[in-house]
């Protein structure tokens, strides 16, 4: 791991996002709450709000961080057709929450491909980006729309 122990603590944010798209009939399912495996939106969420608290577990040489708020919004996006997924996480830390927010919508979007695998093969996961980051002494970024 990178030593951060001389870095100051401060407050920091990141914000991810990404994508899957699907048949409309696969959406449809998901809205209507038809899928065997449960209701899939609050289920992804949960996934990747579970998944940002163990980043540390998942990605060699990540340091553990004191996560103090995740949030997971999952959308519904007609033009794909499929869902939106985005992720921001907070931390009072030394080093940054991105691999934490990134982890949050990488697994959200899994979560979602497992649940409706069973109607759909052809998913497409996509556009998973880091959006913004805010903090620490490397200043702040905000990716190009």
């Known amino acids: ?43 992804a969420r949960i996934a990747g709000i ?4 163990r980043t540390a577990d998942l990605i060699p040489l990540c340091h553990p961080l004191p996560l103090s708020d995740i949030q997971v919004r999952v959308s ?8 939106r997924v985005e992720g921001t996480v907070r931390t009072t830390a030394r080093t940054g929450v991105e691999m934490e927010a990134l982890t949050a919508v990488a697994v959200s979007l899994l979560t979602i491909y497992d649940m409706a695998k069973a109607i759909d093969r052809t998913m497409v996961i996509s556009e998973i980006v880091l959006r913004e980051k805010r903090g620490g002494t490397s200043g702040d970024f905000i990716a190009d729309p």
């Open 76 to 83: 519904v996006d007609e033009s794909l057709p499929g869902l």
């Open 1 to 43: 791991m990178v030593d951060v122990g001389s870095k100051p603590e401060t407050d920091r944010v990141a914000l991810a996002s990404g994508a899957i798209s699907m048949k409309l009939a696969t959406l449809s399912a998901i809205r209507d709450n038809a899928l065997k495996k449960g209701d899939v939106i609050p289920v």
């Open 50 to 53: 579970q998944a940002a608290k």
